[in-house]
């Protein structure tokens, strides 16, 4: 195990399943203490258990200040009233501090532009935009409080749908591309605490999200073709860029965005 992570708290939304599952798994493996947020139904609880077990058998424990620690596990509709407060909250009040949060909850339904209702487009906005951007809030005040001009990071994890268009996903990648404006300017404002605000955007992951859209007429193998390196992204190829922004290796990068899509963008013909 390295540590790149060690002394570390690291609060990462949705990292019961896929993306925000290994990215939990990375950041164990690099020494972080870990607040393991979910949605707090009982597949999500259950999928958290289930992470929180492999986390205690396959990596070493967590070290915060010298002393041993357990990850926390808190489940919570991060849409409701006063979540994102609570779970920063919570996370002081065990561990006294946080040093990175990762805004990686989201959800992502596939419709033609058309067929977008209201309350479509209002689900997408508060999952994807509202409840990183209040996390955010309480995570700055939180690291301007107790971080005493020690820093602190936020990577929001965006999609690139911010930056290309993507059919069926007209509602979607504007809340993704909300992440960005949002980091950039949190990054202008508090740069002077220390703290770096930046996104990762993931190209095409196989999830259980996108399991049902990449299964309709031969996509997956289209979507294969266009991408140079030869497949599909893994979740654990999107851990590796989180840790780089929670770690030090980035720590004069701020309001920065890193495409990861295994050459899929630059592939024009």
Not at 120 to 132: I, M, P, Q, R, S
Not at 137 to 151: D, H, I, L, P, S
Not at 198 to 218: F, H, R, S, W, Y
Not at 259 to 264: F, R, S, T, V, Y
Request: aromatic letters at 6%; one cysteine or more; hydrophobic letters at 40%.
């Amino acid at each position: 195990m390295t540590t790149l992570l060690r002394n570390k708290v690291i609060v990462i939304t949705g990292s019961s399943s896929g993306i925000g599952r290994a990215i939990a798994l990375s950041c164990a493996q690099q020494g972080a203490t870990l607040v393991l947020h979910h949605l707090g139904n009982p597949q999500t609880h259950q999928d958290a258990e289930s992470l929180h077990r492999e986390l205690q058998d396959t990596t070493a424990p967590a070290m915060l200040d010298g002393r041993k620690t357990s990850h926390l596990m808190i489940g919570a509709d991060l849409t409701t009233d006063d979540a994102p407060n609570r779970l920063i909250s919570q996370t002081i009040s065990t561990f006294g501090r946080i040093d990175t949060l990762v805004n990686n909850a989201g959800i992502c339904q596939f419709a033609p532009a058309g067929s977008v209702t209201k309350a479509l487009l209002a689900k997408h906005v508060d999952v994807n935009f509202t409840a990183a951007w209040l996390l955010t809030q309480a995570a700055t005040e939180e690291m301007v409080r107790r971080n005493r001009g020690g820093g602190g990071s936020v990577v929001s994890i965006a999609s690139i749908t911010a930056v290309r268009g993507s059919k069926e996903l007209a509602h979607y990648a504007p809340t993704k591309a909300a992440l960005l404006a949002m980091s950039k300017s949190f990054a202008v404002e508090f740069g002077r605490y220390g703290i770096r605000y930046n996104c990762v955007l993931p190209g095409t992951i196989q999830t259980t999200m996108n399991e049902k859209d990449l299964a309709v007429g031969g996509k997956k193998k289209w979507m294969e073709e266009r991408v140079p390196l030869g497949r599909l992204g893994r979740p654990e190829d999107i851990a590796g860029g989180v840790v780089f922004f929670a770690s030090e290796l980035s720590k004069y990068v701020s309001g920065e965005q890193l495409l990861i899509d295994g050459g899929a963008s630059v592939y024009y013909q």
